[in-house]
Nanobody
Framework: QVQLVESGGGLVQAGGSLRLSCKAF????????MAWYRQAPGKQRELVAS???????NYAESVKGRFTISRDNAKNTVYLQMNSLEPEDTAVYTC??????????????WGQGTQVTVAS
């Protein structure tokens, strides 16, 4: 069984910074891509940033230059450094991982989500 556990959300003033973390626990053989999604009230979930096991990260246009995704493969952890936060960044942020477990099964897994609120 695999679980993704996020941390680091909270309330911050506009212009401030937050760092989200997401650690994958369990019966993991290999993690391919990891990503952060977000969903604001009344809006569809959107991809914020993704990072493959090797290669360049990708970002939504709205966060380019402000957010940085990174990963520590040894710790099965992905991070999202969010700078220059804006009220429009307020959402529930959820971690996603495309991985293969020890049994050979490849699936996508999701975290429980963490709230980020940016006050104006």
């Amino acid at each position: 069984q695999v679980q993704l556990v996020e941390s680091g959300g909270g309330l911050v003033q506009a212009g401030g910074s937050l760092r989200l973390s997401c650690k994958a626990f369990g019966n993991i053989f290999s993690i391919y891509a990891m990503a952060w999604y977000r969903q604001a009230p009344g809006k569809q979930r959107e991809l914020v940033a993704s990072i493959p096991s090797g290669g360049s990260a990708n970002y939504a246009e709205s966060v380019k230059g402000r957010f940085t995704i990174s990963r520590d493969n040894a710790k099965n952890t992905v991070y999202l450094q969010m700078n220059s936060l804006e009220p429009e960044d307020t959402a529930v942020y959820t971690c996603n991982a495309d991985l293969r477990n020890m049994g050979g099964l490849r699936s996508e897994y999701w975290g429980q989500g963490t709230q980020v609120t940016v006050a104006s």
